[in-house]
């Protein structure tokens, strides 16, 4: 169908003039536990996830792109088949979501400490 799902083994996110958008469920992306992180700690620090259907242009347009996965955690895409996504570096949103994921599961963050068991 010309739709972006989720890459190999990660989930996709992009971000185009401050919106997050990811692919529903529905279009086939794995239902992973790091993207259900992702979004909930993004609406606990007050913003939003769009699930909508993307495709490859929206990725080549896209401001920033990055990718969620239990390997890859939050990892930031700065090439898409030769084409440089926004300046080509990891965006501010991305870094942004590296420290606040990190943050969460290093027990750093108080908000998100019943997600963790400690040993």
Known sequence: ???VAEGSAEN????KDDVIQTPPLSAGGLEGITRDSIMRIIEKNGGF???QDLERGDLYNADEIFMTGTAA?????TQIDKVKIGNGKMGSITKGLQKSFTDVVMGKDER???WLTFI
């Open 1 to 3: 169908q010309g739709k």
């Open 112 to 114: 998100f400490l019943p």
């Open 49 to 51: 996830v769009i699930e």
């Open 73 to 77: 955690e939050v990892k930031s895409v």
């Open 12 to 15: 996709i996110f992009i971000i």
